[in-house]
């Protein structure tokens, strides 16, 4: 008997690959979507071959599209009868120092990463208010914390937009609905395997991952994960003058 049904958006690679093994190993059945689907396509059979009590579906999907995310929501929908829980989890994280030339970079990262979370909550929650249940997990990152510098200032301020999302829609109080954010710290990606070896406090994925999903199956409000060393981290780091977050980041 199926845990529930999940959809995770990025799940082609990185920590949302992840997230459906880690997901499929607790029974749930998945709706995985990303814009490569031929990765898709091997994760789907890896999956049912492992965890053959599951269902899984697939479909292509760019995030910043949103009458792709309305229509391969509404498609998941259709397939499974309804939809537990939906992890926002598609990201970007291309960069560049503002005015320096980098504004294609920055501007995909901010439209995957803030307008396409934008998008895939609306659809969500319009699944969830005719359900009347459900839950909307997003994937911030401890960057979201302060403001960073150079490469990292538009995905900085990409993820700090998910989390004040993820909190208005707490606020909100939608009944039926629980809304997580998630803030990963450093966890092995393909997202950021070019500085992995120079980044302090990285841990690899299946750890960083098993994380995220105890944090999302405990349907937290707000969780940094792992917790040490990010949970004290978050704390000094809102604290903290400009001038030492400086030279942190």
Same mark, same amino acid.
């Given at each position: 008997?199926?845990?529930?049904?999940?959809?995770?958006?990025?799940?082609? !690679?990185?920590?949302?690959?992840?997230?459906?093994?880690?997901?499929?190993?607790?029974?749930?059945?998945?709706?995985?979507?990303?814009?490569?689907?031929? #990765?898709?396509?091997?994760?789907?059979?890896?999956?049912?071959?492992?965890?053959?009590?599951?269902?899984?579906?697939?479909?292509?999907?760019?995030?910043?599209?949103?009458?792709?995310?309305?229509?391969?929501?509404?498609?998941?929908?259709?397939?499974?009868?309804?939809?537990?829980?939906?992890?926002?989890?598609?990201?970007?994280?291309?960069?560049?120092?503002?005015?320096?030339?980098?504004?294609?970079?920055? #501007?995909?990262?901010?439209?995957?990463?803030?307008?396409?979370?934008? !998008?895939?909550?609306? %659809?969500?929650?319009?699944?969830? #208010?005719?359900?009347?249940?459900? %839950?909307?997990?997003?994937?911030?990152?401890?960057?979201?914390?302060?403001?960073?510098? #150079?490469?990292?200032?538009?995905?900085?301020?990409?993820?700090?937009?998910?989390?004040?999302?993820?909190?208005?829609?707490?606020?909100?109080?939608?009944?039926?609905?629980?809304?997580?954010?998630?803030?990963?710290?450093?966890?092995?990606?393909?997202?950021?395997?070019?500085?992995?070896?120079?980044?302090?406090?990285?841990?690899?994925?299946?750890?960083?991952?098993?994380?995220?999903?105890?944090?999302?199956?405990?349907?937290?409000?707000?969780?940094?994960?792992?917790?040490?060393?990010?949970?004290?981290?978050?704390?000094?780091?809102?604290?903290?003058?400009?001038?030492?977050?400086?030279?942190?980041?």
């Amino acid at each position: 008997m199926s845990t529930g049904t999940i959809i995770i958006t990025g799940a082609s !690679s990185g920590l949302g690959e992840e997230m459906a093994r880690q997901f499929a190993a607790l029974g749930y059945d998945l709706g995985l979507c990303a814009r490569r689907v031929d #990765r898709l396509t091997s994760l789907k059979r890896e999956l049912s071959s492992a965890h053959p009590g599951i269902h899984v579906e697939i479909a292509a999907l760019d995030v910043t599209d949103d009458a792709g995310v309305a229509e391969v929501f509404g498609l998941f929908r259709a397939a499974f009868g309804r939809i537990d829980r939906v992890i926002v989890n598609a990201g970007s994280g291309l960069g560049a120092a503002l005015g320096t030339g980098g504004t294609a970079a920055n #501007r995909t990262t901010a439209m995957t990463n803030f307008v396409g979370a934008l !998008s895939q909550s609306e %659809h969500a929650l319009e699944i969830f #208010r005719a359900q009347k249940s459900g %839950h909307l997990v997003l994937i911030s990152s401890f960057s979201a914390v302060r403001g960073m510098r #150079r490469s990292m200032t538009t995905y900085a301020a990409s993820k700090a937009g998910v989390a004040a999302l993820a909190e208005g829609l707490r606020s909100e109080r939608i009944p039926g609905v629980d809304v997580s954010l998630i803030c990963p710290g450093y966890i092995r990606s393909e997202m950021n395997a070019a500085a992995a070896n120079r980044t302090k406090f990285m841990i690899d994925t299946v750890p960083g991952v098993t994380a995220m999903v105890r944090a999302i199956e405990a349907r937290r409000s707000v969780a940094y994960v792992p917790s040490w060393p990010w949970v004290p981290l978050a704390a000094a780091m809102k604290l903290l003058p400009l001038s030492i977050v400086r030279k942190l980041t």
